[in-house]
């Protein structure tokens, strides 16, 4: 058993150092499947809003899975500026033309998350077919994340991090630090309800185009701000989770999302809405079934037990190389 948790660490650390940061921040995406719990019709409500906390809570396992699962990784972003210019046409929409004109493993080198999207949502609708609880709970808190971050633009380019432009900790300021700071006082969560997609493959793939276009403006809007910022005044300190951090200060914060002209705003506010909408047109493809059996469900002992192990293979990695926020 140590063995095994030592192996586990030990490549969690070598992950570490090769995957970018793949989230919106923990606090962000659970947000944004708590309020996607709202866009849904009564039919569907009557299911989700009794384990909106699940819903919730578990949005962020799939980032908990990333540094233990090698083909985790990949999932969450696409490096698209890879294929070229805007709109990208060297790319082709669907995966089995991209992987014979790119193969497998060179798509997944460069990320999936189009891709990925489009397989959560058929098992999301296989396991509304089969009326499964603990199957639909599960998957329709992950596609919720893979759905959010595709809307984040710098999981759209190869730039993830500002790594190549001496902007790194860009990626954890756009989506952990603004939010946090300033979702609950400044932004509008109040969205009309979800609509059924036609052709979900198109749906998120120009959500992915819209990402990849707005990356430049993330990077550059930053650089132009931090002329205007001495260091003292970009960055400050402040305790989190009992310790005494370095961050982007709130001034600073506060400025950059203002030069963004609410970006980070709408595309918070288009994930809720797109998550809820591909969660409404898995239940419509899978034939409408009647959910009010399943409201009394709960997990089995075996799948919460599951869940724990997660969490713990989480904070066992946590503890030993702290988490990383890029």
């Known amino acids: 058993m140590k063995s095994a948790l ?5 490549s969690s650390i070598l992950l570490l150092a090769y995957l970018p940061s793949y989230c919106w921040g923990f606090y962000a995406h659970q947000k944004i499947n708590y309020y996607a719990v709202f866009l849904l019709p009564p039919e569907m409500m009557l299911l989700y809003k009794p384990n909106i906390n699940f819903i919730s809570e578990h949005a962020i396992d799939p980032d908990k899975r990333r540094y233990g699962v090698p083909d985790e990784g990949p999932r969450h972003y696409i490096d698209i500026d890879h294929y070229g210019k805007y709109p990208y046409e060297a790319l082709p929409h669907k995966w089995t033309e991209a992987v014979a004109k790119f193969t497998e493993d ?15 949502l058929g098992r999301l609708t296989a396991a509304f077919k089969e009326k499964n609880f603990s199957r639909i709970m599960k998957n329709s808190a992950e596609i919720g994340h893979y759905i959010a971050d595709a ?18 900790g860009i990626h954890g300021f756009w989506e952990s630090r603004v939010p946090e700071l300033l979702a ?9 309800k979800a609509i059924y997609i036609k052709e979900p493959g198109d749906f998120i793939w120009d959500r992915v185009l819209e990402s990849g276009k707005a990356a ?3 990077l550059t809007f930053e ?21 005494v951090i370095r ?9 950059f999302n203002k030069k963004l002209d609410g970006m980070i705003e709408r595309r918070m506010r288009q994930s809720i809405f797109c998550i809820a909408s591909f969660w409404f047109t898995a239940w419509v493809n899978a034939g409408q079934p009647d959910l009010k059996s399943l409201v009394k469900q709960q997990f089995s002992e075996a799948e919460i037990k599951e869940f724990d192990n997660l969490n713990q293979s989480w904070k066992a990695t946590e503890k030993m190389i702290g988490r990383q926020e890029e």
């Open 184 to 192: 609950e006082k400044e932004f509008d969560f109040f969205i009309g």
């Open 247 to 255: 961050q982007y200060s709130s001034a600073f914060t506060i400025a």
């Open 223 to 243: 650089r132009e701000l931090s002329k205007s910022f001495s260091e003292d005044q970009k960055y400050s300190f402040e305790e989190r989770n009992g310790k």
């Open 151 to 168: 809307h984040v633009p710098l999981h759209a380019s190869s730039n993830h991090n500002g790594q190549l432009t001496n902007q790194k």
């Open 106 to 120: 060179s798509l997944k080198a460069h990320g999936i998350v189009p891709w990925h999207v489009q397989t959560m």
């Open 216 to 218: 430049d403006s993330v």
């Open 6 to 10: 030592r192996s586990l660490l030990l």
